[in-house]
């Protein structure tokens, strides 16, 4: 894959679980990386400092994304930090679990605030700010075309992030920006560990024998944001190991 030196790339939801992996795979590969978070302050600089400790560059910064202001200034300092961003990444997200009848008002606004709102918020400030030829990355998951009881929030919420990131990918076309989406498959991260999900099932639902790794992910991430990826737009790349 292309390099990313000198590339500046926001990843949202950067202090843990599968965001963290892809902070420090774009590192790797030679981006100066914002990484975002919600409250684990000492989780995001953990992760800066991997990445210094790497020769690399990042800045941890904080933002409610669920607030529109606050992406707008999660944006702007950026600019004023690191310069004007060419990647920007949304994995931050969270769920709850439990039945559709179940599930009350707090419940919805809390999934739908922080996955759809606020991946929508994070949209419009990367369509205003990036750079043309710029890459656009966001989140859904695998249950959106494998839906499992107890999930209705959370595969709804990432179903309209998937239809907001195919209009864009219409919308900012004409700039030569990619906008696709990756969908996980089950991942050992701490979000799905508290899911209640049986990971030997899943395991044995992939022809790996396996669930998935942040790594895994992350390197397919790494490969969107290339320039080799420059021709898909709109795509949403199933990373599940073959999951059914």
Known sequence: MSNLKEKIAIVTGGS???GSAVCLKLAQLGAKVVVHYGGSEGAAKDIVSKIEVNGGKAIALQANLSKSVEVTK???QTEQQLGQPDIVVTFAGTGDVGKLIDM???AFDKVF???TKGTFFCLQEAAKRIKDNGRIVTVSSGLVVRPQPGFGLYI????????MSKVLSLELG???ITVNTVAPGPTETEMYVNSGDDADAAAAQSPFNRI?????IADVVG???????????GHVFEVGGGYV
């Open 74 to 76: 999660l944006f702007e």
């Open 223 to 233: 490969f969107v944001v290339s320039d080799e990826c420059r021709w898909i737009t």
């Open 174 to 176: 004409d700039r030569n």
């Open 16 to 18: 843990g679980g599968i």
């Open 156 to 163: 709804s919420s990432k179903a309209a992030v998937e239809s």
């Open 113 to 115: 605030g922080l996955n």
């Open 212 to 216: 998935g790794q942040p790594e895994d």
């Open 104 to 106: 009350d008002e707090s």
